[in-house]
T-cell receptor
């Protein structure tokens, strides 16, 4: 158990819909990362938050957004969903800063039908 | 940008065989290098890491040495077990101008070990 909790584990939704994925980081970790894992793209970095502030953006679509709340949990919002958004979405947390180990949650498997 | 290339899988071995999974990287700076493992239905777990050239990371019988001259970080294990069957990801830390890092992953290599 990494200490990072992601909910829900599985999500099936229709095209055009909006979903919210939730992540609770390890106790004491201030940094939260979101990654997307798909068969054709592999593991792609989406976005990072540190202590409530966005710190870096990767290959995140404009239809996607995220935030980190004062209690440090984070949510990833995916809207106007397309079939190609079907993937495993991972959250990871770390203390923050250089070379600190990232701990991954078990992921949320999103299926868009 | 920085990138990681690792060998295609699956790698199929018998128990107690020697394992090598190749990983090479391209980076403008001096990244830290990592191997993560993903067991079926689970998230990624850090297996080992090395933060500078010639460092050797090791854990659970797995080893990898940071080779700057060949830009490689090959994963090895002397004797694999059925329980090592998983997907292995090589990764590097890409330092962003914010002072934080993100991980850049290879495509993953599936290892299948048979009894």
């Amino acid at each position: 158990d990494s200490g990072v909790t992601q909910t829900p584990k599985h999500l099936i939704t229709a095209t055009g819909q909006r979903v919210t994925l939730r992540c609770s980081p390890r106790s004491g970790d201030l940094s939260v990362y979101w990654y997307q894992q798909s068969l054709d793209q592999g593991l792609q970095f989406l976005i990072q938050y540190y202590n409530g502030e966005e710190r870096a953006k990767g290959n995140i679509l404009e239809r996607f957004s995220a935030q980190q709340f004062p209690d440090l949990h984070s949510e990833l919002n995916l809207s106007s969903l397309e079939l190609g958004d079907s993937a495993l979405y991972f959250c990871a947390s770390s203390v923050g800063g250089i070379d600190t180990e990232a701990f991954f949650g078990q992921g949320t498997r999103l299926t868009v039908v | 940008g920085d990138s990681v290339t690792q060998m295609e899988g699956p790698v199929t071995l018998s128990e107690e065989a020697f394992l090598t999974i190749n990983c090479t990287y391209t980076a403008t700076g001096y990244p830290s290098l990592f191997w993560y493992v993903q067991y079926p239905g689970e998230g990624l777990q850090l297996l080992l890491k090395a933060t500078k050239a010639d460092d050797k990371g090791s854990n659970k019988g797995f080893e990898a040495t940071y080779r700057k001259e060949t830009t490689s970080f090959h994963l090895e294990k002397g004797s694999v077990q059925v329980s090592d069957s998983a997907v292995y990801f090589c990764a590097l830390s890409d330092y962003m101008n914010t002072g934080f890092q993100k991980l850049v992953f290879g495509t993953g290599t599936r290892l299948l070990v048979s009894p």
